[in-house]
Nanobody
């Protein structure tokens, strides 16, 4: 089982940027896909981005494509989500997810084995 700890959330104005970090420990970080999900108040959790075990493949929700970038640092056992051009509709609690698959995290989170505690991102208009 992997333990995930997110950081980097906060309050930002529309058009601004934030970088979320997710530090992983407890198993071989490099062997599995990692991802980010978010949940806004009153809404269901939704997929945001995924990165393969080798970092050769990335996947994004249409709503964030071109604005968000997922990456991973093997030396630091950390996955990042760089968020640019933020919009008020990006406001949500963002969760880091550790998959049991190697190539991508399923958008329905069906293969997620570990979740972080979540970090709040608030974008003001």
């Amino acid at each position: 089982q992997v333990q995930l700890v997110e950081s980097g959330g906060g309050l930002v104005q529309a058009g601004g940027s934030l970088r979320l970090s997710c530090a992983a420990s407890g198993r071989t970080f490099s062997r599995y896909a990692m991802g980010w999900f978010r949940q806004a108040p009153g809404k269901e959790r939704e997929f945001v981005a995924s990165i393969s075990w080798s970092a050769s493949s990335t996947y994004y929700a249409d709503s964030v494509k071109g604005r968000f970038t997922i990456s991973r640092d093997y030396a630091k056992n950390t996955v990042y989500l760089q968020m640019n051009s933020l919009k008020p509709e990006d406001t949500a609690v963002y969760y880091c997810a550790g998959s049991t698959a190697r190539y991508r995290v399923a958008a329905d989170a069906g293969d997620v084995g570990s979740w972080g505690q979540g970090t709040q991102v608030t974008v003001s208009s």
